[in-house]
């Protein structure tokens, strides 16, 4: 189990990496690291316990909406329409996922799934070990539309 020092709960850290605001967190108590994803199109890593940056992870081309932790892998999603898959040890990237038309918001895992939910009115099933696409399931477009006027 992770344990954080007592002082580094007082103390003011500024994760300064990011140059513009951040829009997702995602902890990974098994690897000691904090994901950030931020409109800047990137992901920063960090140390938990220094709360140092690590590395930053660049490949998607809009901003970074969502993170999302399965066993190794790191999942991001962003509104460029791409998931994409980093290997939580080695840092490396593992594989663009795509399917969707429209900008991907949120990521949710449950055992061996990954979803990933869209403004394409569509929620995909990924499987996350093979990383490869299981379901598609198709909001009902007036739902959708309801919503978005609420």
Request: charged residues 20%.
């Amino acid at each position: 189990m992770l344990r954080l020092p007592e002082e580094s709960l007082l103390r003011r850290v500024v994760l300064e990496e990011h140059t513009r605001p951040v829009l997702s967190l995602v902890v990974s108590q098994l690897h000691g690291k904090l994901f950030s994803g931020s409109y800047d199109c990137s992901i920063c890593v960090w140390d938990l316990v220094t709360f140092r940056r690590i590395k930053s992870l660049h490949g998607h081309t809009d901003a970074v909406r969502s993170l999302a932790v399965a066993g190794d892998t790191l999942f991001s999603a962003s509104y460029d329409s791409t998931l994409r898959a980093y290997n939580i040890n080695t840092l490396k990237p593992l594989k663009v996922l795509e399917g969707h038309t429209g900008p991907v918001r949120t990521l949710s895992v449950l055992g061996a799934h990954l979803f990933s939910g869209s403004y394409d009115n569509t929620v995909r099933v990924w499987h996350t070990e093979t990383l490869e696409p299981v379901h598609v399931l198709e909001c009902a477009k007036d739902a959708a539309d309801d919503y978005v006027k609420s």
